[in-house]
């Protein structure tokens, strides 16, 4: 267990809906990174939040979002969702943000979302 | 921009067969590099790191060397187990580079160990 947890585990939902994903955070850590697992396109970088601010950005489509709230929970909210956005979406956390010569990341379970 | 490349599997090799996964890297700073580990239903999982050139990572009986005059971080094992069955991940994080600490990913190979 490395201390991140996301819910749903779960989600299926419509083209066109919008869902949400939720991330908790390790306790004592500050950052948070989503991820984006597919079959074409593996495993790839999102967005980062640093104590509840926007650190960096990936490859995320303009349909989907992030914050960071003041207990350092974050949402990942996707939007006008398509069937190529079916993916699992992972969380990570780390102390962090980045600036250091280290950053090991705590990964969540992750959320399965299957778009129909 | 930073990539990484890992062989393509899957890799299927007989209990107690030695493991070759190779991976390598661009990089524009000063990368660490990781191995994680996603065993079937699960998230990832460190495996090993090393933050400089000439480290050498290591846990489980896994070993990486980071070398940085052939851009590699080779993951190895000398005597693989059916438990080692799993898809593992080569990445890095280029802390000067401008992923401003993100991880950068392989695609993944996946290694079944028959008994």
């Not at chain 1, 349909?63 to 992972?90: M, T, V, W």
């Not at chain 2, 000063?30 to 400089?52: C, D, H, I, N």
Request: hydrophobic share 30%.
């Amino acid at each position: 267990d490395s201390g991140v947890t996301q819910t749903p585990k779960h989600l299926i939902t419509a083209t066109g809906q919008r869902v949400t994903l939720r991330c908790s955070p390790r306790s004592g850590d500050l950052s948070v990174y989503w991820y984006q697992q597919s079959l074409d396109q593996g495993l790839q970088f999102l967005i980062q939040y640093y104590n509840g601010e926007e650190r960096a950005k990936g490859n995320i489509l303009e349909r989907f979002s992030a914050q960071q709230f003041p207990d350092l929970h974050s949402e990942l909210n996707l939007s006008s969702l398509e069937l190529g956005d079916s993916a699992l979406y992972f969380c990570a956390s780390s102390v962090e943000g980045g600036y250091s010569s280290y950053n090991e990341q705590f990964f969540g379970p992750g959320t399965r979302l299957t778009v129909l | 921009g930073d990539s990484v490349t890992q062989m393509e599997g899957p890799v299927t090799l007989s209990e107690e067969a030695f493991l070759t996964i190779n991976c390598t890297y661009t990089a524009t700073g000063y990368p660490s590099l990781f191995w994680y580990v996603q065993y079937p239903g699960e998230g990832l999982q460190l495996l090993l790191k090393a933050t400089k050139a000439d480290d050498k990572g290591s846990n489980k009986g896994f070993e990486a060397t980071y070398r940085k005059e052939t851009t590699s971080f080779h993951l190895e094992k000398g005597s693989v187990q059916v438990s080692d069955s799993a898809v593992y991940f080569c990445a890095l994080s280029d802390h000067y580079g401008g992923s401003q600490g993100n991880l950068i990913f392989g695609k993944g190979t996946k290694l079944s160990v028959k008994p």
